[in-house]
């Protein structure tokens, strides 16, 4: 993804590029009644296209932080929960399975017979 967002950002810096050598000419630009600015259209270009790409690039960057913080607390809550539950379920196993059978005493063991008892 790093790499196409390199291609485009050459393609649109060799546009740029192109755009201002053959546009290289004064412009005035009315901003009121008495004030007139004269810049090159190159600059009044650059100057336009970061007017409105810095608001939507801050507000990306404010939701993309916050996005990072919320899902970082879920998270952790989810590891806190899972870590909290983890030694009940172990209690529930051992109190479910019954205990190991003794030997009685009225059974005794088979013993193995001897070459006289055949």
Do not use: C, Y
């Amino acid at each position: 993804m790093h790499i196409i967002r390199t291609i485009v950002w050459v393609v649109l810096a060799v546009a740029l590029l192109v755009f201002s050598i053959n546009n290289w000419r004064p412009v005035e630009v009315k901003i009121w009644e008495d004030l007139v600015l004269e810049t090159k259209i190159p600059a009044l270009v650059i100057v336009s296209f970061l007017a409105g790409l810095l608001p939507i690039w801050l507000l990306h960057t404010g939701t993309r932080w916050r996005m990072t913080r919320r899902i970082s607390s879920l998270e952790t809550a989810m590891r806190n929960a899972v870590a909290a539950s983890a030694p009940r379920e172990a209690e529930d196993i051992v109190s479910t399975v019954p205990p190991p059978a003794t030997p009685t005493a009225a059974a005794p063991l088979p013993q193995p017979q001897t070459d006289e008892e055949k």
